[in-house]
């Protein structure tokens, strides 16, 4: 078993970090980390508010030798004393904390601190481990012996999951798009104001549309041997908050280089990631992408659990009725799963079976 | 006063005509009608259910008066017992019995049976005051001294005030558009199930984007002296469902013939109206749309009421990043207000007025 | 494996009945009933409602080989081709043909049509696994091979698990009782309306406050060799729905016949069921009961499935600041699961094991 | 026109306060104070947050001039300058700074800290208009020409209205509650959380019942010349928070120490408040209680708004099966507008018109 250390353990993504790895075949929970403020007490202690009450928040029970544990501080972490980290710090001290782990370790991150950079990959199970390859280039441009791989915003998870076969088919030309994000998104001390949430929308979401209209470019881009050419198309996203706990849907307006129907996009995506599922990654669907023909699904709370929270689920696959090679389809995706915790252990699988080969 | 009669009176509609008209300077209420199942009794026991419990869906108290009256039975209604017919039936009675009715009698409709008809406008208003003229072609084709003038689509009735500035001053050249729309639009009985709605979002609407992407054009087009040459732009849209009662939102995604700035279309937006409201018709609002600065909204339950529910609320107006000539914004309008009854009444305002010149 | 056949299939019981007994290692779903318009069909088709969706609401996929099952017509279903029945018809049909199937084969049944019979108990796993003995006076009386077994109401299902411990060492005197009770409890077609229930309390249950103040006493009493003497305690209940997806929650108001504290009646919680738990019956959970202190526990949507939806939390026992030997708590129990489906099954398992000694 | 002042003017009930006395014939905002945070800033600045979004809560719009009005400090503020206080602070700040108002000048207060002082009454609408006389004890006592008048908590302030009439004709012996309170009780910054509200109930409010328990008894009771002696009843309470925006709903199992049946009690209520209503107070319903035969009602949503919010609205009133003289109903008020500022406001009407004679 391999040790995996969780550093921002008492945050929501740090435990469901928690949740994903109850059970784990090859990863091993050696070690947990957080702030100053928690350092010191165990795990159950940490997560207690000032009201006595546990902020765990996870409908799972927290198991008893994981809530036994000593929360160490995340700024004096030695990160040698673990095979792998798994950091779902925000991005600040992400920032200034990773690249110190990576000087050692591997570190698979949950923040968005370092996908910008032209040596670094954001790598999406089954849609782009090509790019893993980058991760060599950043650890000679840097030195290190590890590694930082960060996974993508959780809204665009699902997104390029559902592009990636449009794209390999047809060519992706361009994307219109809103989406209707769940309020697990904004986290959870305070998170959102349920007074602003409670039978309402709300249309904006800060820094949000910036990283939906930039990344999928990047992840569905082309590695070059020493970086990613990003792919050319362009995006545009209304980002929008709904009543939902969790489930991000996008409605996307899609238009591609070759033209296509509704039933050859369908084709593609049901026939997508046969290869990828072959790794028998343990995170790992059994589909990437599942199609409904249920005019009324995807929903929410009704598909976001599809494939233990890892498969995306597309519906309503139409012709557009104006755009030029213009199909439209409504996608969903588990944004605290796909999207963040889940999504990114499924990244350290594969990088540990195939691009560390340590199992 | 003008003896207006409410045909349809029990469902939520005509309810909210109702609520609509109580104080109305011009319409006295004097006969309310509906199907033969309420026929013959009073208002107040035509609205009670298996239960013993009132039907009454508005937050507004019911009028004692009001609960009094006799409903008489819409199929054999004497039109000429009143001045205006206020038709809020489902489309199958409206396609039968308006006709009728409009022999003798003006009526304005919430219905959609008419408003696909080449003699027939949509007005809405504000925005096309101009094809009332195509209410005398309809009156001479077909022999009425009355005539039908329905109300648009409730998910679009937003969008047309907030794209005819835009219209007028750069010319809309196509719309992309994902809308969020409130409960109320599915009405009540039973309306959509609370197991689907709760925490949830349904992306489908039967039989909504068709309308929704051919009404604009009409209601934008331009009178002929026949009949309405549509606009030439086109729209697509995807129309979906959320846990919200009353508001329906609009992201749209408008590409504009001429170059424009947020600045300009802000500016269009806040000058626009100024005739109609000079008008000083009872239902209209001192501004058709306000602008809002504030980057989260506008919101459903927060602006929903804006000038008595018939302002559209316009926000985060913003370049586009890849659309030429393009600009994105959010608008929300009142469904069950703009939408639908207040909207009718205030088309049925200004025909007696300025059609009809009753007043 | 036992050959069970599910009647009432295509409802939301029914539907969660299947759910339950998937991988169950003593049963195996044979036969699948319905009403006549469902018969003939195979089961994935009889779910289809007239748009074409599927009326499948578990959140959990149906497996394709009960979707492939044949639905048969529940008023000739020939009881003799299973070895036991599950029935989850609405009262009515449940009143006509279950006593038909227990002429040969045992009747599990979630519907309410022969609880108050007097030679038929109320069995609710862990609390009066005694009064069993009763259905040999059912059959008895009856003539029949089989019998028929009533799960309880949903909403005491808790209740009476948490009372049993206090009644048990204390003696119950009194209780009064609030409910808020959640949504999926009054089933899905059309169910509640979202109109009514979206950002609301609806403080009416029809027909639900009489069973909540009958049943316990029946459940909580003594048999007699013959029947079953109420015990002699009164409750009186007001009973709320809230919206709230699954669970229901009591706030009960304890009097108890000798005094008790807080942490008596804890102890008493904690240390209850372990004989029932030493059954290892497959749906049993670990602990009946789990006692959280964290004041703002129980909650519906974090505590619903402990224990696999059938323990029941409960929290807040504090001393009644004015009655008489008085407890106050809260407790809190999965409606559909351990006030349903589920729950019927653990009585089940433990008729055909501890009753009928089949396994 | 008295001159009145808010202070705590920024935060929700504050805003509550503005709305309630725009337009109002005998009062008019003359000053508004707050933190030193907002103090020096105009009324709309100091609302704007960090993100520049506004967090004016009321769907009313904030008038112009209010909007440009200056913030004063409240903790130098001068209570010369105005007739009237208005104090919606916060228990600490109320606990320091009303006494230096009230030197000079009459304090209304929505804050708690003085209610339980034996010199100060705690005055609700209609019910114990005479414990008013309390206050000139206070000014003596006190050496004050002002005086403190606070308002009831939230949560009684319905119940307290329902049972006044039961008291007066029956005597009240007991009382047995359990609330199932709104989210606006609990503020917005930060308010609760949108992920403890959705689909949701949190049984617990901290430092809730006890208030709940104790200030009914005082508010019932009796003004001996120098102090109120409480009712001799008892009240045991369970608060819950429910996923509502506005609307304390309060399911009451009373005891009378005459029997009476809910006819009688229904009449009581329907008959209640007369003399009150006939003083014509501004902010003053038609009626204190509306009794409801619809067995679904009060609901929240749909009766909060009850004559303008100041109307309690009693449903489902009937005989309890167990309780000796028992009857059981549920009672729905405003928690902000009867139960808090508006609430207050009618007390100042009150006291401006029948105690200081000023009107």
Known sequence: MLRIAIIGATGIVGQQAIVSLIGHPWFKIAKLAASERSAGKN???ALKDANGSSRWWCTEELPAEIGNMPVEDAST????????IFSTMDAGPAKELEPKYAKTTPVISTASAFRYESDTPILVGGVNMDHAALLAVQQKNRGWKGFISPKSNCTIAGLVVSLKPIQDAFGVKQVVMTSLQAMSGAGRTPGLSAMDMMENVVPYIPGEEPKVETEPQKILGKFTGETIADAAFGITATCTRVPVIDGHMVCAFVQTVKPCTPEDVKKAMMNYGKDFAELHLP???????????????????MDRENGGGMTVTVGRIRKD???ENGIKYVCLAHNTKLGAAKGALQTA????K??????
């Open 283 to 301: 995170s790992s669907p059994a589909h990437l992408i599942d199609v409904t023909d249920d005019p009324f699904r995807p929903q929410p709370r």
């Open 77 to 84: 972490f030695d990160p040698t004393s673990v095979d792998i």
């Open 43 to 45: 795990y159950r202690d």
């Open 321 to 323: 009725p104006i755009l």
């Open 349 to 352: 699988e594969y990088l540990v």
């Open 354 to 359: 195939n691009y560390l080969k340590l199992i």
